[in-house]
């Protein structure tokens, strides 16, 4: 069964404007260059998945969900992608640099405040999980994560190595991976690359092979800006999630219905049995053409943090097209697939960037403002911050990430200069 590139959310779009890789804002930066570069992320609009760019019996069963709830059709759409590739398992794969990537995917849901209706996002999906496969659903979706050692036993006396983490307060998650020796963080990392996931402890080392692990985690802003400590975005866990920004969609004060959902969970149902033992995926040769085209826009990232939060585009964009593709029941990924899964990681990172937004853009940003709200500094007084243990490179970077909101001039009468905010 071949996709149908006329379903494709992009399929009228121009080869420029698909290969533009992050968007943070498009209301704001109206070129759709692939060499334009937006400086500055201060202020982007709240991020909106249009019912258009939902692919597939997935995003069918969205789009009848979403007029009759006030969750966000965003947040059900990539919580039901992640339900579906954990529930297809480690039968299905592509490979990109002798890298096996399968159809596990992380996703973290982002709500303005407590009633931004993720937990009402959730349920909707769970109901449709539910009626694919309950048993899995009772025993492989599992909450609690604490530790590491605890992720991996959970699978002791288990055969079956598929696993969805639900996480309704994330919040605790990232609590425990500030505390010293916690590998929380590792495991999951591991996790997604789906390597051997292992603590090597001085007694009784416990390591699991092919686990098949998915992630759904709910946070608010305020509290995700709270926890979020720097090294947990350098360390690689951040640009492995799905970054979702979820927001009340409509107010119904009767509560919402519930919608005729038979055919495409017939469909989704039918494509999950006969995905688990597909095997390899490979692009076909349309889709390794559109790849070609767009693989150094994937490549390039954004600066500053958000680029470390946004820099496996290439690894997200694959496995999301290669959910696509076993969706639609195909041997081979397609260009339709491929521009489902770009559409989808273009209003990931729209999220991202307004996620993130209020966060600096790195620590030596963060010491450096921080000090000029005493007053301006010369450069010297800038470098004698960080003890000597800061080079000149990390430091230029730093003021450049400030650039909007600092100024650099020449003393007179010296060749130094001052650093002042605007």
């Not at 000149?392 to 002042?420: M, W, Y």
Request: hydrophobic share 40%; charged share 20%; glycine share 8%.
């Amino acid at each position: 069964m071949q996709a149908n590139s006329s379903n494709s959310p992009n399929s009228q779009l121009t080869p420029e404007s698909r290969i533009t890789v992050y968007v943070p804002d498009e209301e704001a930066n109206s070129s759709n260059s692939p060499n334009s570069q937006p400086q500055h992320f201060a202020a982007p609009q709240r991020p909106r998945l249009s019912l258009e760019a939902l692919y597939g019996p997935a995003g069918e069963v969205i789009r009848r969900l979403a007029p009759i709830t006030e969750a966000d059709p965003a947040a059900m759409y990539v919580q039901l992608l992640v339900g579906l590739g954990s529930l297809i398992g480690p039968g299905a794969w592509f490979m990109a640099d002798g890298a096996r990537h399968q159809a596990n995917l992380f996703a973290v849901i982002c709500g303005r405040t407590a009633k931004a209706r993720k937990g009402t996002s959730w349920s909707r999906v769970r109901n449709v999980l539910l009626d694919l496969d309950e048993p899995w659903l009772t025993a492989q979706v599992k909450s609690g994560l604490v530790s590491g050692e605890g992720l991996i036993e959970s699978f002791k006396n288990d055969a079956d190595k598929r696993l969805l983490l639900f996480e309704g307060e994330f919040g605790q998650v990232l609590q425990c991976m500030k505390r010293e020796g916690n590998t929380v963080s590792v495991i999951l990392r591991q996790a997604w690359d789906g390597t051997r996931i292992a603590v090597l402890r001085r007694k009784d080392p416990i390591e699991v092979e092919d686990a098949h692990i998915s992630l759904i985690g709910h946070i608010t802003l305020p509290e995700l800006h709270r926890l979020l400590a720097s090294v947990e975005i350098s360390n690689g866990l951040a640009n492995r999630c799905l970054w979702v920004f979820a927001d009340r969609e409509r107010l119904l004060p009767e509560g919402g219905g519930l919608p005729d959902l038979y055919d495409p969970v017939v469909d989704l149902n039918t494509a999950v049995i006969s995905a688990r033992y597909r095997g390899q995926l490979e692009r076909d040769p349309a889709a390794r053409q559109l790849w070609a085209e767009i693989y150094e826009e994937l490549s390039e990232e954004p600066p500053g943090q958000l680029g470390e939060i946004l820099s496996r585009g290439e690894a997200q964009v694959m496995r999301l097209a290669l959910l696509f593709a076993l969706l639609d029941r195909c041997s081979t990924i397609g260009c339709a697939h491929l521009e489902a899964a770009l559409s989808l990681w273009h209003y990931c990172c729209r999220s991202a960037a307004f996620i993130f937004a209020d966060i600096a853009a790195n620590p030596k940003s963060v010491r450096i403002h921080e000090a000029l709200q005493g007053g301006p500094l010369t450069l010297s007084q800038v470098h004698a911050l960080f003890g000597g243990h800061a080079r000149k490179a990390e430091i230029n970077l730093a003021l450049r990430e400030l650039d909007a909101q600092i100024v650099v001039e020449n003393i007179e009468g010296s060749k130094g200069k001052i650093v002042r905010l605007r």
